[in-house]
T-cell receptor, first 111, second 111 residues
Framework: NAGVTQTPKFQVLKTGQSMTLQCAQD?????MYWYRQDPGMGLRLIYY???????DKGEVPNGYNVSRLNKREFSLRLESAAPSQTSVYFC??????????FGSGTRLTVV | TQLLEQSPQFLSIQEGENLTVYCNSS?????LQWYRQEPGEGPVLLVT?????EVKKLKRLTFQFGDARKDSSLHITAAQPGDTGLYLC???????????FGKGTLLTVNP
């Protein structure tokens, strides 16, 4: 099925560990995004990539890095995880102004 | 500062009732989108409105974009338990596809 695929779906990390969240889309979209969703805070943009080869900071980029590997793939890396990064992470892609397609999310717990 | 304010935050109604959810801002948006999110899943796009005063209907759901393109509403007629979920509005500014999300309205429709 066409869409956005995120891996892993669940992850538990210890404080200080690192990990990479993977995201791939097969809709030939130019733009890709990483959001985090926290209770009472809504969806907040971490980083985005308007096109292959470009990345920009969003609202809450501290503690994260991203790589736009090619047009299909956009990864999010936590270099040294902190409990404040416990959240649900969503990747999304878009090809025009008419809307995003979201993945099903990665539920991350940092202990 | 929250660019998009959604109200109410929570809404619990009986099957068959009508309801309206609001999305307000002091900023002008080039387009506004509504998403519905179910537990454990990513948001799914319902509609995009781009013209001030535009009204779009999707079965029992009616979406309206304000004349000044600063606000929007979602009206559901004869709500059903399957309408239960988190409803999110999101706005884009200028030619940028980057979206700002409201915090959402959590709707529960009781049988």
């Amino acid at each position: 099925n066409a869409g956005v695929t995120q891996t892993p779906k669940f992850q538990v990390l210890k404080t200080g560990q690192s990990m990479t969240l993977q995201c791939a889309q097969d809709m030939n979209h130019n733009s890709m995004y990483w959001y985090r969703q926290d209770p009472g805070m809504g969806l907040r943009l971490i980083y985005y990539s308007a096109s292959e080869g470009t990345t920009d900071k969003g609202e809450v980029p501290n503690g994260y890095n991203v790589s736009r590997l090619n047009k299909r793939e956009f990864s999010l890396r936590l270099e040294s995880a902190a409990p404040s990064q416990t959240s649900v992470y969503f990747c999304a892609s878009s090809g025009d102004i008419y809307g995003y397609t979201f993945g099903s999310g990665t539920r991350l717990t940092v202990v | 500062t929250q660019l998009l304010e959604q109200s109410p935050q929570f809404l619990s109604i009986q099957e068959g009732e009508n309801l309206t959810v609001y999305c307000n801002s002091s900023s002008v948006f080039s387009s506004l989108q509504w998403y519905r999110q179910e537990p454990g899943e990513g948001p799914v796009l319902l509609v995009t409105v781009v013209t001030g005063g535009e009204v779009k209907k999707l079965k029992r759901l009616t979406f309206q974009f304000g004349d000044a393109r600063k606000d929007s509403s979602l009206h559901i007629t004869a709500a059903q338990p399957g309408d239960t979920g988190l409803y999110l509005c999101a706005g884009a500014r200028g030619s940028n596809y980057k979206l700002t999300f409201g915090k959402g309205t959590l709707l529960t429709v009781n049988p």
